[in-house]
């Protein structure tokens, strides 16, 4: 695995987070963000719609690899043997990343009410691609919701686990943990 | 069970209903909702804060109907046998409820981006209350956050499942039925 070197977006993406952390999430502007990064505010633009959207790069792509995984996983493969794949797909979206990065942003997302609602949305939309992939590999209702929703569930526990440090440092083994917990309960 | 008979407060809740769908959301006003109910504006604002409060009526008391049940259970329940307690407690909640106004509710909801956003907030707090609830009665993290969440997806998938008429007319069975399907799903 190589090291995580940004280039103007993962600058850009750690100077947010920075300055978010240092002067606020609301007092910080574009220009800041630009200026510490090294690039123009015209580069800020090219890679985010607004400093909202540092917050949430990468969560299209999240539900893309995950509804890729169900899709390409083995036919034989029970609903929750798709959920794994789907979540072993998550954790290779975040196995360069430096751990502080998503520990930082759980934090300033947890401080604003209004970011906090942006990332129900953007989970509630993965729950439903992931429930359509589901029904697609031929998984009936309610299975299918429920193998949905419930693979949210797992992600958000294990992710904010994995961002707090609270669960080692790699996401793919807090995600497979969290999933194994999840059917030891229900024995 | 005796009949579902509304006073004021449902009444309102039924003429918002009914209204919500003859008209559309926006265009109903709180004028147009106490005039079907036969009640003044005063004594709308008497039972809510405002129109959209209408659909989210309930929703602080079923949270502490889970939470009660989840604290009054047996001392011996694991993590699951207390969600079981806590999903039957919330079909108490809408024993008595004409079986359409869920239905229309959900409509409502599910055609306006904003009132989806609050019900996804509702449902987080849901989910933070009950995980709570679990850490007093002793369920170590991660298994109360996944117990939680999950409790919350099951609550999801068979809430819309009922309202939509496609399970039953009894909200517990359908309660106890998708838990039991997610246990099985996990075996």
Redesign the interface.
């Known amino acids: 695995m190589s090291r995580w070197e940004p280039d103007a977006r993962g600058r850009l993406a750690q100077a947010a987070m920075e300055l978010y952390r240092e002067r606020g999430y609301e007092q910080t502007t574009v220009a800041q963000i630009a200026e510490r990064a090294g690039v123009t505010e015209r580069t800020f633009f090219r890679h985010f719609a607004d400093k909202r959207e540092v917050l949430f790069d990468g969560g299209q792509a999240l539900q893309e690899h995950m509804v890729a995984a169900v899709e390409a996983a083995p036919p034989s493969e029970?609903?929750?043997d798709l959920l794994a794949a789907a979540l072993d797909a998550a954790a290779g979206q975040f196995a360069e990343m430096p751990p502080e990065f998503p520990r930082r942003r759980q934090e300033v997302v947890a401080a604003h009410p209004a970011l906090?609602?942006r990332e129900?949305?953007k989970l509630?939309r993965l729950s439903a691609a992931l429930r359509e992939a589901l029904r697609h590999r031929g998984v009936a209702?309610?299975?299918a919701?429920?193998?949905a929703?419930?693979g949210?569930?797992?992600f958000?526990?294990?992710f904010?686990?994995w961002a707090a440090g609270?669960?080692g440092p790699d996401l793919a083994v807090v995600l497979r943990d969290?999933l194994a917990?999840?059917?030891a309960?229900?024995?």
Do not use: F, M, N
Request: glycine letters at 4%.
């Open positions: 029970s609903p929750l906090q609602e129900l949305i509630a209702e309610p299975a919701g429920l193998t929703e419930t949210v569930a797992v958000r526990v294990a904010e686990r609270e669960a969290s917990e999840l059917r309960l229900s024995r």
